[in-house]
């Protein structure tokens, strides 16, 4: 392995998921296994602007890896954006002599590492964190399995409330942009119904499965939508609409928030940040840069950063299939 890189910070940036803190660690002690220095960033890129960096060793990440969220802190900046918040940045790393960045986030963390990287040719890679799932290049960013298991604990609980009162639950999880969480637990919780962007069924698809289930001998059902979802303008419209146009069912509303994006980070995401470090850190030891790391076919791969950020995830056309059939 190339030599020449003695120093690397890690940063993390955009929305906190679980299993960054697992895969900072992973970072660290990457670096101290080499034999290379590494600094932590406070504060994603308002940090790496302000030059507020510490210096991290093997001990300085013990006791973080069961831990949700992220212990360097998360911010969105608006002076990165810019040229003149990019050229402090930059100053500020050379300042401290450190030769590689590892920029933990999605795509808007990236955008900023490959922009980054393009003007100053300073070397970075990206590790996806981000609970959507929605990063071209790896089947699982960090943090969306445990939003799954969140997810579906909590369509387990709202189910017994619902099964008790005979009640029509529309549960409302992330998903602005893709349909991931709400397609996997909407079928892992048995959902009735699940209204994701990709797939714009309409207020005439919604009614016809209520009918169908209640036909059926359901008598609650739970309907999962992700905020994301065309039909309505959100959840809320969709209660009022079933409200107004269909008798006998007592809506009631649940929106999940920001509870997904907390909490331990599973066993899968534990180990997947820890595979995602080790290989950022080797990667940019080995001369490499502008990469993202994901898994593909089980193995870490690379990703140049601009594909990442291009590209477009695709929803599981056999899952869709899957929920057709289980609602029955």
Known sequence: MSKTIKRIAVLTSGGDSPGMNAAIRAVVRTCAYHEIECFGVYRGYEGLIEGDFEKMTARSVKGIINKG?????????????TKEGREKAFAKLVEANIDALVAIGGD?????????????????????????????????????DTALNTVVDAIDKIRDTASSHNRLFFVEVMGRDV???????????????ILIP?????MDRLVDSLNRSRKSGKTSSIVIVAEGD??????????????????GYDVRVSVLGHMQR???????????????????????LEGKTN?????LNSKMELTPLEKAIKGKTKINLELLRVSDIMST
Do not use: W
């Open 179 to 193: 349909g991931h969480i709400a397609l996997n637990a909407g079928i892992a919780g048995g959902a009735e119904e």
């Open 262 to 284: 907390g909490g331990a980070p599973s066993c899968f995401d534990r180990v997947l940040a820890s595979r995602m470090g080790v290989k950022a850190v080797e990667s940019l």
């Open 108 to 144: 808007g963390t990236f955008t900023g590492a490959m922009i980054f990287n393009q003007e100053f040719g300073f070397p970075v890679m990206g590790i996806p964190g981000t609970i959507d799932n929605d990063i071209v290049g790896t089947t699982h960013t960090l943090g969306f």
């Open 291 to 295: 990469y993202m790391v994901g898994l």
């Open 230 to 247: 065309k039909i309505g303008k959100n959840i809320f419209e969709l209660k009022d609409f079933v409200d107004e146009n269909l008798e």
């Open 69 to 81: 969220g992220t212990f360097l802190k998360s911010a969105r900046s608006k002076e990165f954006r």
């Open 198 to 202: 990709e797939e714009d069924l309409g």
